[in-house]
C-alpha cells in the first residue's frame, strides 16, 4: 500500500470508517466477535487509519458505543500497532428522544474529549476532529476552543469535518497552520468540496472523504454507475474498489470506507495500489453527473465575528 502524510504520520492510503458497526443492526452489536476480527483482518491487511467519533451509536444512551468497540478491538489485537492512528470527532450532541444537536463550548470539548479518551483507553487521543459547526456561536471561538484540547492535553492533533473552503483558511489562520486533517462528504456524485481539496493541497492537509460511495445516489445515476462498472472490469476489482481508487487520484485523499466484513474490506484494499491511465480518468470524469446539492445539515452556518 502507499503511505499518504497526516500531520506528522505517514499512513497507507486507505483507511477504515468505523460508523457502520454500531449503527442499529450493525455486526458489532448483533456479533462483536466477528466484528472485531474484521477490524483485526483490515489492520493485518494494511489498514492504519481507523476514523470513530462519538455519536456513532445504535441510540442516545449508548453514546460512545462505536468508540468503545474500536478499543475493544484493539485491546484484543496482538499484532503491531505501533503505525496505527485512531482518529474520532466531537461537537455533535444527543438527547433523549434522539434530539440532535451541536455545542462548540469549550466546556464542551474539553468534557467530550475526556470522556473519549476513557472510551478508546488512552491517555490522549491522536486526532481529534471537529465534528459538526455549532449555528448558535461565532466560528472563531469554537476554533479557538479547538486549540483548547492540545493545551489541555487530552489531543495530540486536531482536524474539522464539515468545514467550508472559507472555514477552513480561516481555521487554518487562527491555529497557526495545527489542522491535519479535513473530513467532508466527498464521492461521484457529492463534490461541493472541490475548492477545500485545493486548500487542502496548498496546506499539506490531509483529506478524508466521508461516505465515499454515495449510498443511494448510486442507483440514480445509471451512466455514472455504468461508467465505475465497466472500470471496475478492466480492474479486475468491484465497482465500489474502483471508486476508491478513482478518490485515490485526488492529492491527499485518505479514502476512509464503512465496510465491516472481512472479505469487503480486503476488496477495497485492492484499490491502493491501482494507478489509473489518463483515458480512464477521463471516462470517469466525462461520466460524473451534476453535483448534489449542499447537504442540508451544513444549510445553517456560524457567523464569523464582526
Same mark, same amino acid.
Given at each position: 500500500?502507499?503511505?499518504?502524510?497526516?500531520? #506528522?504520520?505517514?499512513?497507507?492510503?486507505?483507511?477504515?470508517?468505523?460508523?457502520?458497526?454500531?449503527?442499529?443492526?450493525?455486526?458489532?452489536?448483533?456479533?462483536?466477535?466477528?466484528?472485531?476480527?474484521?477490524?483485526?483482518?483490515?489492520?493485518?491487511?494494511?489498514?492504519?487509519?481507523?476514523?470513530?467519533?462519538?455519536?456513532?451509536?445504535?441510540?442516545?444512551?449508548?453514546?460512545?458505543?462505536?468508540?468503545?468497540?474500536?478499543?475493544?478491538?484493539?485491546?484484543?489485537?496482538?499484532?503491531?500497532?505501533?503505525?496505527?492512528?485512531?482518529?474520532?470527532?466531537?461537537?455533535?450532541?444527543?438527547?433523549?428522544?434522539?434530539?440532535?444537536?451541536?455545542?462548540?463550548?469549550?466546556?464542551?470539548?474539553?468534557?467530550?474529549?475526556?470522556?473519549?479518551?476513557?472510551?478508546?483507553?488512552?491517555?490522549?487521543?491522536?486526532?481529534?476532529?471537529?465534528?459538526?459547526?455549532?449555528?448558535?456561536?461565532?466560528?472563531?471561538? /469554537?476554533?479557538?476552543?479547538?486549540?483548547?484540547?492540545?493545551?489541555?492535553?487530552?489531543?495530540?492533533?486536531?482536524?474539522?469535518?464539515?468545514?467550508?473552503?472559507?472555514?477552513?483558511?480561516?481555521?487554518?489562520?487562527?491555529?497557526?497552520?495545527?489542522?491535519?486533517?479535513?473530513?467532508?462528504?466527498?464521492?461521484?456524485?457529492?463534490? /461541493?468540496?472541490?475548492?477545500?481539496?485545493?486548500?487542502?493541497?496548498?496546506?499539506?492537509?490531509?483529506?478524508?472523504?466521508?461516505? #465515499?460511495?454515495?449510498?443511494? /445516489?448510486?442507483?440514480?445515476?445509471?451512466?455514472?454507475?455504468?461508467?465505475?462498472?465497466?472500470?471496475?472490469?478492466?480492474?479486475?476489482?468491484?465497482?465500489?474498489?474502483?471508486?476508491?481508487?478513482?478518490?485515490?487520484?485526488?492529492?491527499?485523499?485518505?479514502?476512509?470506507?464503512?465496510?465491516?466484513?472481512?472479505?469487503?474490506?480486503?476488496?477495497?484494499?485492492?484499490?491502493?495500489?491501482?494507478?489509473?491511465?489518463?483515458?480512464?480518468? /477521463?471516462?470517469?470524469?466525462?461520466?460524473?453527473?451534476?453535483?448534489?446539492?449542499?447537504?442540508?445539515?451544513?444549510?445553517?452556518?456560524?457567523?464569523?465575528?464582526?
Amino acid at each position: 500500500m502507499k503511505k499518504i502524510g497526516l500531520g #506528522p504520520w505517514r499512513v497507507n492510503n486507505v483507511g477504515l470508517g468505523c460508523m457502520n458497526f454500531t449503527i442499529p443492526g450493525g455486526v458489532g452489536l448483533t456479533d462483536p466477535e466477528k466484528g472485531i476480527q474484521a477490524i483485526h483482518d483490515a489492520i493485518d491487511s494494511g489498514v492504519e487509519l481507523l476514523d470513530t467519533a462519538d455519536i456513532y451509536a445504535p441510540s442516545w444512551d449508548d453514546f460512545g458505543r462505536n468508540e468503545k468497540f474500536v478499543s475493544e478491538a484493539l485491546a484484543s489485537y496482538s499484532g503491531d500497532k505501533s503505525n496505527l492512528v485512531v482518529a474520532t470527532k466531537g461537537g455533535i450532541t444527543r438527547r433523549p428522544g434522539e434530539v440532535f444537536g451541536r455545542n462548540g463550548s469549550v466546556d464542551y470539548f474539553l468534557r467530550a474529549a475526556e470522556a473519549s479518551c476513557y472510551r478508546l483507553g488512552v491517555d490522549k487521543i491522536q486526532l481529534w476532529q471537529h465534528h459538526r459547526l455549532d449555528p448558535s456561536m461565532d466560528f472563531e471561538t /469554537q476554533v479557538e476552543n479547538l486549540m483548547v484540547l492540545k493545551e489541555a492535553g487530552f489531543v495530540e492533533h486536531i482536524g474539522v469535518s464539515n468545514y467550508n473552503a472559507e472555514q477552513l483558511t480561516k481555521a487554518i489562520e487562527i491555529t497557526g497552520g495545527e489542522i491535519v486533517s479535513v473530513q467532508n462528504q466527498f464521492n461521484p456524485y457529492y463534490r /461541493q468540496d472541490l475548492e477545500v481539496l485545493s486548500v487542502c493541497l496548498a496546506n499539506d492537509i490531509a483529506f478524508l472523504p466521508w461516505s #465515499p460511495f454515495g449510498g443511494s /445516489q448510486r442507483a440514480k445515476n445509471e451512466a455514472t454507475t455504468k461508467a465505475f462498472n465497466q472500470l471496475a472490469t478492466e480492474l479486475g476489482v468491484s465497482s465500489h474498489a474502483a471508486v476508491i481508487a478513482w478518490l485515490l487520484t485526488i492529492p491527499g485523499c485518505i479514502p476512509i470506507p464503512g465496510a465491516t466484513k472481512s472479505e469487503n474490506i480486503k476488496d477495497l484494499l485492492a484499490a491502493s495500489e491501482i494507478e489509473l491511465s489518463e483515458e480512464q480518468k /477521463q471516462a470517469i470524469a466525462d461520466a460524473l453527473p451534476e453535483t448534489e446539492d449542499l447537504h442540508w445539515e451544513l444549510i445553517d452556518q456560524p457567523a464569523f465575528r464582526a
